[in-house]
């Protein structure tokens, strides 16, 4: 099965900055993938999502300016780039790969069948 690797994640001030990497065992033609996350009370929530083969980027209204997803295809791999960050994007953040073919990627969770165990986000005011 597919399996998704996490990292990066840590604990910085506000106005600081972080970069998390997914490493995929599997991204085929076709997929997109995103990044998540999910704070103790909260649902899940899309932050930024990417179409494998277009490279077509979406985000969420909350990150958009501040965050930028990336790909390399040939490593399978995907990253998120978080500058000035605030105590609100305190999470825990997941990365996933859609179940089927994608053709726009978006920030629902609808579409995402596989999913990574997770890397702490936390930011101090």
């Known amino acids: 099965q597919v399996q998704l690797v996490e990292s990066g994640g840590g604990s910085v001030q506000a106005g600081g900055s972080l970069r998390l990497s997914c490493a995929a065992s599997?991204?085929?033609?076709?997929?997109?993938m995103g990044w998540f996350r999910q704070a103790p009370g909260k649902e899940r929530e899309g932050v930024a999502s990417?179409?494998?083969?277009?490279?077509?980027?979406r985000y969420a209204d909350s990150v958009k300016g501040r965050f930028t997803i990336s790909q390399d295809s040939a490593k399978k791999t995907i990253y998120l780039q978080m500058n000035a960050l605030d105590p609100e994007d305190t999470a825990m953040y997941y990365c996933?790969?859609?179940?089927?073919?994608?053709?726009?990627?978006?920030?629902?969770?609808?579409?995402?069948?596989?999913w990574g165990q997770g890397t702490q986000v936390t930011v101090s005011s």
């Open positions: 996933a790969l859609s179940r089927d073919y994608c053709f726009m990627a978006t920030v629902s969770r609808d579409g995402y069948g596989y």
């Open positions: 990417i179409q494998g083969n277009t490279g077509t980027p």
């Open positions: 599997e991204y085929p033609y076709g997929r997109c």
